[in-house]
């Protein structure tokens, strides 16, 4: 899936909203440990319950990775059952030389058919060029939500610029706005303000609204750009919006206020026109 | 395992090395292809063709993730399979909020009992402290041995320090020798020269020798402490030291050479005395 097509779903769903798929055995509702698959069964639920009102899927890899052998076996499961239209992300936060990235690329694009990998930026070009394939996207780590973030992000550099502004310059000679986006958390709406006066293209994958905290409408008005250019990630608020019976339908009317709230955004904005 | 026994061991075997086991199914010897696990067949004969040599092993993740469910269980059974008194790193260079950071935690020390993890520092403290376990540390990337690392790692700041070791200031805040390592690649021996001013007490691990080109000598001259102090990795140049019959024999015979090698260097800095 490509940058247009994201664009076109988020204006068709009137949403620009990504779901986490973040499943943790303690946490899952009860009912569901009888399943063999437990974590696929959650997931399909999650699915099932949200497509109608979001446009992207953001499986976290240590998540499915603390369970062994088998936990990748529920990702594989779980990466069929999302309808191809989806943008789908694995939230893998990798870094690596080029050969051993590589490798990563064909894992997540190949076998697990994601569309877009998280990067760190650390190790430079090497470690994000094998995630730059046609119609593929190397989603690369900025400014990030949690709150040890700013004492690296935020080092001054000598021209003056913060260490998250001064990787734009350098991160603009590995790709362009149709290959890489950028992760910003929601925390992070200062920061967002700068990264969109010398990133006005970019897409942004931000993390931090729900059970982190962030301020949608803050988000909205120091991010949006002419092509929406924000896909906000929500996890926990909504995944386990309740543990009991009526889980799905708490995980859908959760889903629901977030794609309202977003419309009622988009329309103050004029977007949708 | 701690520094001091990981000390220890190098005193005794009088090596400092560590080995790569990055099998790549297009590259090991075609005659274990028969067997049903033939990654973990290649392992079992690199590990008893080298366990007298070297004090380390090192998977690198991205090799077992690209193989899907059955990869993990290749790397179980050869976390198994190597015996209690090596040092054992998941070279997996994760990085995450303190949440994910601490399922990888779980995955890399309780379920495949590593005793290390290689990370990216770029997201702050949040995403090394579930690392700082008792006897378990973190290995943090600061100078990897990559070509396009400097661009974003020798940044200047405004300290005038290059970025680097700005970082260190910013780590020494998070743990200490004690429970952190530092990744200083074999192509950068000018800033390990600068890292081990910086750093004197912390054990570097040193990837690119062999394959990727580096110098023993310099590294020596530039990274030993009184405490050694270095882990040098080789992954390409002794688990391909052949593809035919000859292969145990291969590499055992190109590690010997490099143990020999480590022996001399550690003699002429009189470091065995």
């Not at 001054?156 to 706005?177: A, F, M, N, R």
């Not at 608020?237 to 977003?262: C, N, P």
């Amino acid at each position: 899936m490509n940058f247009i097509k994201l664009e076109s779903a988020i204006r068709d769903k009137k949403s620009f909203l990504c779901i986490g798929l973040d499943p943790d055995l303690k946490r899952i509702p009860e009912h569901l440990l009888k399943y063999d698959d437990p974590v696929f069964e959650f997931n399909k639920i999650i699915i099932d319950a949200t497509m109608d009102y979001c446009v992207a899927y953001k499986p976290n890899l240590a998540f499915y990775e603390k369970l062994g052998p088998k936990g990748l076996v529920s990702l594989e499961k779980t990466l069929k059952y999302i309808p191809e239209h989806f943008f789908k992300i694995a939230d893998a936060k990798r870094s690596d030389i080029f050969n051993s990235a590589s490798m990563y690329a064909d894992t997540f694009y190949d076998h697990f058919d994601f569309d877009a990998v998280t990067i760190s930026p650390y190790m430079g070009v090497d470690a994000v060029k094998p995630f730059l394939r046609k119609n593929k996207c190397a989603i690369i780590l900025l400014a990030t939500s949690n709150s040890g973030a700013s004492a690296v992000q935020n080092i001054s550099t000598s021209s003056g610029q913060p260490l998250y502004l001064e990787l734009i310059t350098e991160i603009s000679k590995w790709g362009s706005e149709n290959n890489i986006m950028f992760v910003v958390g929601a925390s992070r709406t200062d920061e967002m303000l700068e990264i969109r006066r010398k990133a006005p293209n970019h897409f942004f994958l931000v993390p931090g609204i729900g059970a982190q905290g962030g301020d949608m409408k803050l988000v909205c008005k120091n991010g949006l750009n002419k092509n929406i250019g924000l896909l906000v990630n929500v996890s926990r608020a909504i995944i386990y919006a309740s543990s009991g019976h009526d889980f799905e339908k708490k995980v859908s009317s959760t889903t629901v206020e977030i794609q309202k709230e977003m419309q009622l955004l988009l329309e103050e904005y004029k977007i949708l026109q």
